[in-house]
T-cell receptor, first 115, second 113 residues
Framework: EAEVAQSPRYKITEKSQAVAFWCDPI?????LYWYRQILGQGPELLVQFQDESVVDDSQLPKDRFSAERLKGVDSTLKIQPAELGDSAMYLC?????????????FGPGTRLTVL | LAKTTQPISMDSYEGQEVNITCSHNNIATNDYITWYQQFPSQGPRFIIQ???TKVTNEVASLFIPADRKSSTLSLPRVSLSDTAVYYC??????????????FGKGTKLSVIP
């Protein structure tokens, strides 16, 4: 069964350092999402891509976060500089509409710890 | 962004039906409701999605009343493996085929033997 791949699975960094996360969606899925999930809370959408274009980045802290999906396939989320409050699980998901259902398939996530 | 409210936690015995309600009092006709299940250290997994009335699949049912101010996920005959956190996700239509997506804070379901 096709899956969304993410790497690394775990990342520990010091504050003010730069970090980057990678996501490879399910083949053929045009829509890609990055979420941040703080422990004990629901996922918060950071950015949504349709192919290589950003559809929604209204909740992305643009002073330190950036995301790209240059060829409309895999994607990278970057944080520079990292802050203590960025410690969270970063989830990537992809989807393709099937009839009227838009099911998102999530990857295993990257657990970020900022020291 | 949509505002959603779910109970923080619920307990149920094995074999019982469980109903989890999500309140979302500002959704419109084109907005959809989706429910996801999440186990520790894993990404959420899709359960069911609907726009109105009732939707049923092989694992759950979703009830959406006419006023659409809430939705209820129904899990028939839960087992220990259904212990997880359940999230409702509201997709607010923002035009041109796009939706603003908001997850609730989740309901931790504990199934007791």
């Amino acid at each position: 069964e096709a899956e969304v791949a993410q790497s690394p699975r775990y990342k520990i960094t010091e504050k003010s350092q730069a970090v980057a996360f990678w996501c490879d969606p399910i083949s053929g899925h045009a829509t890609l999402y990055w979420y941040r999930q703080i422990l004990g809370q629901g996922p918060e959408l950071l950015v949504q891509f349709q192919d290589e274009s950003v559809v929604d980045d209204s909740q992305l802290p643009k002073d330190r976060f950036s995301a790209e999906r240059l060829k409309g396939v895999d994607s990278t989320l970057k944080i520079q500089p990292a802050e203590l409050g960025d410690s969270a699980m970063y989830l990537c998901a992809s989807s393709t509409p099937r009839d009227t259902v838009n099911e998102q398939f999530f990857g295993p996530g990257t657990r970020l710890t900022v020291l | 962004l949509a505002k959603t409210t779910q109970p923080i936690s619920m307990d149920s015995y094995e074999g019982q039906e469980v109903n989890i309600t999500c309140s979302h009092n500002n959704i419109a006709t084109n907005d959809y409701i989706t429910w996801y299940q999440q186990f520790p250290s894993q990404g959420p997994r899709f359960i069911i999605q609907g726009y109105k009335t009732k939707v049923t699949n092989e694992v759950a049912s979703l009830f959406i009343p006419a006023d659409r101010k809430s939705s209820t996920l129904s899990l028939p005959r839960v087992s220990l493996s259904d212990t997880a956190v359940y999230y409702c996700l509201v997709g607010l239509y923002s035009g041109a085929g796009s939706y603003q997506l908001t997850f609730g804070k989740g309901t931790k379901l504990s199934v007791i033997p």
